[in-house]
């Protein structure tokens, strides 16, 4: 497990191949969604950022659904689903605005405090994906006008799940899309003109 205090010499290296959660916190949970984006993208590593002094490594307890996400890794590693441990790379003690100007392929924000705008920062990453859950009481970011929209056939594409909704119908996350980044599903339906009016004018 990677505990090297330079989150961005390993993203300056390897960011193309990883996903970055913002703000992991002390111990990572409920990381089902960011495991189907990670798998999805084909990506290598999952690195978890965070200003605090210290992050635990994973556990059994980071899944919500532990089933699910046991097969989804048998499948993505052949039979190894322990080689995720190996995947993940936490930095502590590191703030999000170190990573001003360094690629990576997917980023994930949970459980933003009040006031943290990362918009700059996210978008100097140029990220594919953006995923944004947990939003009760947290900050949003928004990245509309800033060369993403939001995407919500990517999100049924990739499965992702409603995070802790208060309200039976609520997705609680938000999954944003770089322009110039897969859109082949829009692309091949006959509503493409639809969809991209949609995503322009509500993303």
């Known amino acids: 497990m990677m505990k090297d205090p330079s989150a961005p010499a390993f ?43 210290h992050i635990e490594p994973p556990s059994a307890a980071i899944f919500q659904d532990a089933e699910a996400m046991a097969a989804l ?20 003690a590191t703030w999000v605005e170190e990573l001003h100007g360094i690629p990576c392929a997917a980023v994930v924000c949970q459980r933003v405090f009040p006031d943290c705008r990362w918009e700059e920062v996210i978008c100097s990453m140029n990220p594919q994906l953006v995923l944004q859950e947990d939003l009760h009481g947290c900050e949003r970011q928004q990245l509309r006008g800033r060369g993403y929209v939001r ?45 991209r009016l949609a995503e322009r004018l509500i993303g």
Request: proline share 6%.
């Open 73 to 92: 890794l048998a499948r993505y590693y052949r039979g190894e689903p322990q080689k995720f441990c190996e995947a993940v790379k936490l930095f502590p």
């Open 151 to 195: 995407t919500w056939t990517k999100i049924r594409g990739y499965g992702l799940q409603p995070f802790r909704p208060i309200f039976p119908w609520e997705r609680n996350l938000v999954l944003w899309r770089r322009l110039d980044f897969g859109g082949e599903e829009v692309e091949s339906s006959r509503w493409k003109v639809l969809w």
């Open 11 to 53: 993203l300056r290296e390897y960011g193309r191949f990883s996903l970055v959660s913002l703000g992991c916190g002390r111990r990572l949970n409920r990381i089902d969604n960011h495991l189907r984006l990670m798998t999805a993208l084909g990506l290598t590593y999952y690195v978890g950022i965070d200003c605090v002094p």
